[in-house]
């Protein structure tokens, strides 16, 4: 006789235990005590979704209550973690009912027109309508090998301390320099444990973790977060600088944060993985290609209400077009839409009007932080051109001034 197929609850605190051992084994260790003490600070149970047989839990999926920077605004977005089944209940349909019932309560219940997640492969989440909308670079370089511009006099002060004796400086800098990346997220009390939270376990040999601030004319205008690991071989020291966040409201802070880093003593390597495209730093050094950049994801984001989440955006020029939307999972977003707006503003309704252009809703969401060029997204066949011309009009529109990133990974 088969067993019926397991129902969805909302997490309880009894569930918090059984949640930590599912999904340390499911991420392969990567939730240790000292880890999770952090994240459950996190987790809001009415947003945990659970799948149990009989009394073991199967399968979970979370949603964080955020705000998401988008081309000229911030909306709130539904940041998806936490995600997985356990691997005696795969291929049994739990994954795909789970996300769709996520989805519908992102839009239902939250109102959040847009969904963001950090993917563990690549190929999960284009099933469920999430296109990859924010690409990142990152750096893997001998520091002997690179060198920037000399230092002025405008560039300040360095400070390194802790980064618990500055957060009050730190979440004043993030702040002030958020609004203007597509792809950054909001940080109250609870992310900014987060972010500094530094669990001995995740340091992979390196020391805690470190702040430098850039102190110029007006107060600390910039930071990086960072830490250190040392290495030696019979040619003398071999250590390693890893970043994990550099945010400077000045080109001359964000000069004397770089200086700093490529520079410390007995170390000869520089890791760091939130890059964004358009990162200066590849402009700033005498030899870019030996920076080590590669190419890799970083924000996926879903689109949840079509008209909601396309009016909340702004664009970069003029924009009058008749989309027509394809959504299986969530079929109010399926039908033709006119999108009219620019920088200022945005409007978005339905129409009986001819398309312009037609696409699925995965495709929406690649475009949706002006990271992805609506033409090459056609030139793959995903967007298809219905009125002549529509493309080359409508095109730059949908990009942005800045490059969206993807710097935090939740």
């Known amino acids: 006789m088969t067993n019926p197929p397991p129902d969805f609850t909302t997490a309880s605190p009894a569930d918090l235990d059984d949640l930590h051992d599912l999904l340390n084994g499911l991420f392969l260790g990567g939730f240790d005590a000292e880890s999770w003490a952090i994240e459950r600070t996190l987790l809001e149970p009415e947003r945990t979704l659970l799948a149990r047989d009989g009394g073991d839990l199967v399968a979970s999926a979370t949603a964080y209550t955020r705000e998401l920077t988008v081309p000229g605004a911030r909306v709130p977005a539904a940041h998806v973690s936490m995600v997985g089944v356990a691997p005696t209940h795969r291929r049994q349909g739990l994954l795909t009912r789970m996300m769709g019932r996520q989805l519908r309560d992102v839009r239902d219940a939250a109102r959040e027109p847009v969904a963001v997640l950090w993917a563990s492969e690549g190929r999960i989440y284009p099933r469920f309508g999430y296109g990859l909308a924010a690409q990142r670079l990152t750096v893997d370089c001998e520091t002997t090998e690179l060198r920037l511009p000399d230092p002025t006099p405008a560039e300040g002060r360095l400070r390194v301390t802790r980064p618990a004796a500055c957060r009050a400086d730190l979440e004043r800098v993030y702040d002030q320099v958020r609004p203007e990346r597509p792809g950054w997220s909001g940080r109250d009390e609870r992310w900014w444990g987060y972010v500094l939270g530094d669990p001995a376990s995740q340091r992979g040999g390196a020391t805690e973790l470190r702040a430098v601030l850039h102190h110029g004319p007006d107060g600390v205008d910039g930071y990086a977060l960072f830490r250190t690991r040392s290495d030696w071989s019979e040619a003398g020291p071999q250590g390693q600088v890893t970043v994990n966040e550099v945010v400077a409201a000045t080109p001359a802070g964000y000069r004397a944060l770089w200086r700093m880093l490529l520079s410390v ?3 000869r390597r520089l890791a760091w993985r939130g890059a964004a495209l358009d990162e200066p730093l590849l402009r700033l050094v005498n030899e870019p290609r030996r920076l080590g950049t590669r190419l890799v994801d970083g924000l996926w984001l879903r689109v949840v209400d079509v008209p ?68 090459a997204l056609a030139a793959t066949g995903r967007v298809e051109e219905r009125r002549p011309g529509a493309l080359a009009a409508a095109g730059p529109a949908f990009g942005w001034h800045r490059a969206p990133a993807g710097m935090e990974i939740f």
């Open 265 to 267: 003593d007995l170390t």
């Open 308 to 375: 909601a989440a396309l009016a909340a955006r702004r664009y970069a020029t003029t924009v009058d077009v008749v989309l027509d939307i394809a959504d299986d999972l969530l079929p109010e977003n399926t039908g033709r839409w006119r999108l009219t707006g620019g920088p200022d503003d945005a409007r978005c309704v339905p129409t009986d009007a001819p398309a312009d252009l037609a696409c699925d809703v995965r495709s929406l969401g690649e475009l949706y932080l002006g990271g992805t060029g609506l033409v």
